[in-house]
């Protein structure tokens, strides 16, 4: 009976196997039926619609397939900053494109710098003549820095404008790491290195305070400096320093106090917006009441892919946390990322390089490993600019040093010269649950890092000395690239972070621009005619396979993003900000255990990326075995 059984798991076996197979190749068969669609199916007129469900982002990161089919991981509609620009820059020019429509229901945000660069997109868009409408049933900061770029600015009725500005409260560990007998040992260097307050803290320390006080009062200037100079009319400085009064004005209506405040200029549903675009652009002629022609902006973009005649520059990206080794779109592989660089180099076809950065940081061998592929470049002669996105701090600073000049926007959040490292050890854990550990050593460093019994001061003099010859180089190297005093980057060094118009005044920054600025001086440097200079993306191509998936499971996960009123978005803020805490924390405590990581960079509030949920997921499961 026994071989029967086995003869039959066996069978079983590869009956499901043959199944799988099966269904892999129908699913591949269909997505390439579905991807083989002639440019003729684009309409040769009507409204470019900006769907921005989801979130705007320097690179999209790759979903994990098998997350994404069991469930595990939610999926995160991200829309790529370079996409979104380059469809506005044609539609500007195109006799088809009657407007431009921004679709902000479902926005959930971006970092400041990286919605900056969009709007300077659709500025330039309404210097072409071209009418931009936006349209939410509730706007928030971000989505608000964008609408305010728009020709006209419509609201729900039922929806309204919450502007809170940056700041909020942040998750800090202590308290619970000391119940659950968890000791983090924490070796730093900077007086403002307080990625690792959490785990030593109940709360701020003064010097932390100062420093991200000093920063969100520099962010909301730039975000009142941008939405005055995009929407003059709008009164946002009554609207927020006194919202219940501008409500109670509006007889308790609050899309009537935006409308008497001047923050929009339109209030109606979707019927209403729909027919004042069909005016415009036309009516779709479906049959459908108010449909007007409407060209999404994926199958714009795919119509008009970049450029590819001309002398190419090169452009890596460097997006998200640095970690060693090999690593998916979304997130900086070391091993990953050089070796896209030095086989670029290998082929001598760029003429310069551009490095666009927008990372927090992470691992110092990562970084390093990327910084020396970049001064790689430099030692072959090639020109190298830094581009920095929405943030480029720590170890994405780190590897800006080999740069000529940085190029960064006022909103972008840099410096964090610092490093710092951590490691969580369980001798009061393990007392908690009546164990212990003991054991025999030959040497000082036997057993090190003891987990079991706490570190010795042998191997904590080691790991502080590490930190701190690894803080010396990154200063050495700041000093070195920007040519400044070593004694002067040590001041503005420490962890301290900068915003980018603060970070130009002290020299961590040579100038503002875009990434497009980036490659025009990159190309003048070579001496190359900016106009006739391309970019060469340095990048590795998204897997068909993880395409296909994508494109047939994401779709319904998309249908789910909320269309909620303003209020829901205030709701959702609390959630976001709890699962990215927790995402860095499993970060911090399971990555490299030697950083130079900017935590106090992120946001609160801002939406989690891909990957985040497993993170805090894991972080809770690690937490409670």
Known sequence: MKLVRGIWKLLVGIKDALVLVAMLIFFALLFLTLSIKPNSAILSSGALVVDLSGTLVEQPAETDTLGLITGKDGFTRETRLRDLERSLQTAATSSGIKAIVLDLDSFMGGEQATIAAAGKAIDAVRAAGKPVFAYATGYSDDGYQIASHASEIWLNPLGGVILTGPGGAQLYYKGLMDKLGITAKIYRVGTFKSAVEPFMRSDQSPEARAANQALANTLWARWQAEVAAARPKAKVTTYVAQPAAAMAAAGGQMSQAALRGGLVDKLGDRNAF??????????????????????????????????????????????????????????????????????????????????????????????????????????????????????????GYWIATPAQHIIADPATITGSIGAFGILPTFEGALAKLGLSADGVKTTPLSGEPDVFRGTSPQFDALMQGSIEDIYRRFVAQVAQSRKLPLDRVEEIAEGRVWAGSSARQIGLVDGFGTVDDAIAHAARLARIDPAKARPLYIEKPLSPWKQMFKSLVAPEEEESTAKGDVWAIAAGRPERTLVRALADAQRILTGSTMQVRCLECTRVGAPPRPGDMSAARRLLAWAGR
């Open 274 to 395: 729909n027919a004042r675009i069909a005016a415009i652009a036309g009516d779709a002629g479906s049959g459908g009441i108010n449909d007007f022609k409407a060209i999404p902006l994926e199958d714009w973009a795919a119509a008009h892919p970049e450029k590819s005649s001309g002398t190419p520059i090169g452009v890596l990206t460097v997006a998200g946390d640095i970690v060693d080794g090999d690593a998916p779109s979304g997130t900086a592989g070391g091993g990953t990322i050089s070796r896209l660089l030095l086989e670029e180099l290998a082929r001598k076809r760029i003429k310069a390089l551009v490095v666009r950065i927008d990372s927090p940081g992470g691992s110092v061998t990562g970084a390093e490993q990327i910084r020396s592929a970049i001064a790689q470049a430099r030692g072959l002669g090639l020109p190298v600019v830094v581009s920095m996105g929405g943030l480029a701090a720590s170890g």
